[in-house]
């Protein structure tokens, strides 16, 4: 069993998928979380958010992953200035490839403006 959740949720919006991540995201099962957010990206919808607000670690391994995920441009990135990882992602400039966001409407704001 990987250490984290991989969480669905329900949005108003039939383009968007809405997960909420939690637990660790490590070299571990970054490769799971790459194939899981993979098939949510092929799926019809045209976006996939992540809640990473209850994500306790991160490392390099998972960061490449939402990185890759990233280029392909269609995620975005819920995460509050005070959750456990969001120093992390600060300082690794994750905003510069995803929108990073506090909440969904404004991740899909943030998207709609790039």
């Known amino acids: 069993m990987p250490p984290f959740e991989f969480d669905p949720q329900e949005t108003d919006d039939p383009d968007v998928q809405h997960v909420c991540i939690s637990g660790e995201l490590d070299l571990t099962n970054a490769r799971e979380l790459e194939e899981r957010l993979a098939d949510l990206a092929a799926g019809a919808r045209s976006l996939v958010v992540l ?3 209850r994500v306790v670690f991160i490392d390099s391994a998972a960061l490449h992953v939402l990185f890759r995920t990233a280029r392909t441009g269609r995620i975005g990135i819920v995460l509050s200035p005070a959750a456990p990882i969001a120093r992390t992602v600060e300082i690794v400039g994750l905003s ?8 969904v409407d404004d991740v899909l704001t943030g998207i709609s403006a790039r």
């Open 96 to 103: 510069g490839a995803a929108v990073v966001a506090e909440s």
């Open 51 to 53: 809640d990473l607000n």
